[in-house]
Each structure stands twice: as structure tokens, then as C-alpha cells.
């Protein structure tokens, strides 16, 4: 447990923030959640350990953390904002029936698209990073 805030506190010094109850438990719940939340489920997770955050103070650290590439931010299908723990390289799989959003990591296939990506440039641009959103559903036992 204590190397654990040790480890928050090291990822809030290397991007050059203070350490407060508000950013410790923000943080600490998006590295052990394992999940994609939106901001009202952080809030939801956080408001419990700290009673006295609000949504915009919970919104406003889950930017900050985006911009210094702590989090990275998607959006869903129906325009919902997600945010993910950078922690392992990964790409995501995007349920369509219900929302749900998993990881999905495969070195093969980030090979292959390193590959692709270093023979075929993009004219004007430069590649920082190539993500797959793959959109699933489960499959019908009956079929
Ligand atoms: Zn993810």
C-alpha cells in the first residue's frame, strides 16, 4: 500500500504537480480501477475517500492528468468521455451492444502496425501513435 502512494506520488513529481488529497485520490482510483471510467464514476469512487471534492474539481484533475499524458481521454459511440491509465500499450475493444470497454493488447499486431506505419508515411505528418478501436459484439452461442 504505501509503495503504491509512493508510486502515485513519483507519477505527480514527474509531471511537475503538487501532491493533494484531490489528485492522490484521483489517481490512485484510475490505476486500481482497471477500467474505463467516465467522470461522474470517478466521482462516484473518489467523493467516498474524499468527501468534500466536487465533479468540476474531479473533471478538472482528470484533464490535467490527460495533458500530461497520465490518462489518455476517449469518447464512446454515444459521445461519452472515457478515461484510461496509460500503463501497458494497448488498444481497445468497443462492445456495441452494451458500451463495455476492454483492453486488448497484442505485440504481434502493434509489430505489424509499427511495420505498416515506418514503410507508409502520412504526407505532412508525423505518426505519435497508432491506436485500434475495435468494435465488437458477443457471439451468439446459437449461431
Ligand atoms: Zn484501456
Known sequence: MIQHYQHIKSLLQEA?????????AVLDYM???????????????????VPDISKATVYKVLESFAQEGILSKMSTNDGKLKYDYIDERHHHMFDVENGEIKDFADHELDEILNKYFRSRKIDGYVIEDVKLEIKVKKQNKNN
Request: aromatic letters at 4%; one cysteine or more.
Open 31 to 49: 490505476i486500481s480501477c482497471k477500467c474505463h471510467p467516465c467522470v461522474d464514476e470517478v466521482y462516484q469512487a473518489v467523493c467516498e475517500h
Open 16 to 24: 511537475g504537480m503538487k501532491t493533494t488529497p484531490q489528485r492522490l
